[in-house]
């Protein structure tokens, strides 16, 4: 069986800046696939379909549930949010390292399906920081920004299971620990055994 890849999860209320920075791990990486989701939700200014998300209906997603193709799937402010079983496996089973970015919810259920998953939670630098960050965003009514901050503060409750923990202070900073805690997965020993025994036979 060939190897599978590394796959990382992380989680971080909304606001906490966790695009930015898996973006830039991304960037920095290229060789790392992102595992799009499936959301009912709209597409956002500048959100394009099949990069940021899979955008399609309810009906559709309903039917997706019904045919067993999410891992995991959550209502999150009122919109339907799912994994695909088949495209993360596709590429874990290629060899290829995964980035999901993900509630904790979600990730909770992948922790249980995939344990050598790795967990990292980023958080924002407090909580009045990160309603500012909510409010600055600017494509959501006042309505959503309040849910969206209660969400968040039952969210951060989560931060006890996760592997690692981002204070994202300055985005810089945390991107560059986001690329070391993957950098550092990928040389533990654990991993390497097959490239350590060919390394000792020549
Ligand atoms: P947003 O609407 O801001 O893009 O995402 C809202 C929340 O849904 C974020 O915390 C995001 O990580 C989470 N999310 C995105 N895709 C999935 C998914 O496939 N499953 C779950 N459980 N959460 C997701």
């Not at 209320?13 to 696939?33: F, N, T, V, W, Y």
């Not at 949010?81 to 259920?109: F, V």
């Amino acid at each position: 069986m060939s190897k599978k890849g590394l796959f990382i999860v992380v989680s971080a209320p909304s606001g906490a800046g966790k695009s930015s920075i898996c973006q830039r791990l991304l960037m920095a990486c290229p060789e790392i696939k992102f595992s799009v989701s499936y959301t009912s939700r709209e597409p956002r200014p500048g959100e394009i379909n099949g990069k940021d998300y899979h955008f399609i209906s309810r009906d559709e997603f309903q039917e997706r549930i019904d045919q067993n193709e999410f891992v995991e799937w959550i209502e999150n402010y009122g919109n339907l949010y799912g994994t695909s079983i088949k495209a993360m496996d596709d590429i874990l089973e290629n060899g290829k390292d995964l980035l999901l970015d993900i509630e904790p919810r979600g990730a909770k259920k992948i922790k249980q399906k995939y344990k050598k998953s790795i967990f990292v939670f980023v958080l924002p630098p407090s909580r009045i920081e990160l309603l500012k960050r909510l409010e600055k965003r600017g494509h959501e009514t006042d309505e959503a920004i309040k849910s969206r901050f209660a969400q968040a503060e039952s969210e951060l409750k989560e931060v006890s299971w996760y592997d690692y923990i981002i204070f994202n202070e300055d985005l810089e900073t945390a991107a560059n620990e986001l690329m070391a805690i993957y950098v550092a997965e990928k040389c533990k020993r654990n991993r390497l055994k097959d490239k350590i025994k060919e390394y000792i036979k020549k």
